[in-house]
């Protein structure tokens, strides 16, 4: 999944984005509430952590502008300690959960995982290829039955291809989504990691579901290969 954290701590942006990349989740970080405003709305997350007391605008009214603008990401908004107060007004402009300060970040991570599951705005709870079953909300692949082991990393890349099966996704689209917008390193990482999937997927049972198409990016068969 694609997240955004707005958070003006630098020190705990920076935390969150490196811990939750671990995780397999792909992240981007907004310190004000005019540039984390700014980005929910040029690219597509599934999930915004959003903290209240931001400079510029604070989260309150991000999140109003996000839902009044039709953004239907899952907002998990950052509230101050015993802040009942903050938390109602959170729910009430729009957030779908909330997580007072200070918080444990395992917590965190679970709750980012439910709201994911609830929300679900464009990955199915199950999408099957022939043989070839992807289930997001369980982390799990299989293959005729049989349980397939991926990387979270290499997870998220089949989901990413999953989500558009049978269409060409580049390779720009892949880092953006996988890892992050702002992704400096080398973009050959992507096909890396394509080749351990595909070493998963269809060497082992000698299907040819995950292709390469030279100069253009890469695909998933929607009939599992």
């Known amino acids: 999944m694609r997240v955004l954290v707005v958070e003006d701590e630098r020190r705990l942006a920076l935390a969150l984005q490196r ?3 671990s995780e397999g989740f792909s992240v981007d970080v907004a310190h ?3 540039q984390g405003l700014w980005m929910a709305c040029e690219h597509d997350y599934d999930l915004i952590v959003l903290d209240i007391m931001l400079p510029g605008l604070n989260g ?6 996000l839902r009044a603008a039709g953004n239907e990401s899952g907002i998990l ?18 957030a779908d959960d909330f997580l007072s300060k200070p918080f444990s970040y395992l917590v965190l ?3 980012l995982r439910a709201l994911g599951r609830r929300t679900g705005r464009r990955a199915p709870r199950t999408m099957q290829f022939g043989d070839l079953l992807v289930d997001p909300a369980r982390h799990l692949c299989s293959r005729g039955g049989t349980e ?7 997870f998220a890349v089949l989901e990413c291809l999953a989500r558009r099966a049978g269409e060409v996704v580049p390779k720009r689209e892949i880092l953006e989504q996988v ?8 973009p050959n990482v992507v096909e890396v990691h394509v080749s351990a999937v595909r070493r998963k997927i269809d060497a082992p049972f000698g299907r040819s579901a995950l292709e390469t198409v030279r100069g253009a990016g890469y695909r998933l068969a929607a009939d599992g290969g």
């Not at 950052?78 to 729009?94: C, F, M, P, R, V």
């Not at 890892?179 to 080398?186: L, P």
């Open 19 to 21: 811990g939750l990349r």
């Open 32 to 34: 004000d509430g005019p």
């Open 60 to 65: 309150y009214r991000v999140c109003a502008r």
């Open 77 to 94: 908004m950052l509230t101050a300690k015993d802040g009942e107060y903050d938390e109602a007004e959170a729910l009430d402009t729009g």
């Open 109 to 111: 991570v679970a709750r």
């Open 148 to 154: 397939i082991r991926l990387t979270a990393r290499e």
């Open 179 to 186: 890892w992050d917008s702002a992704f400096d390193g080398d």
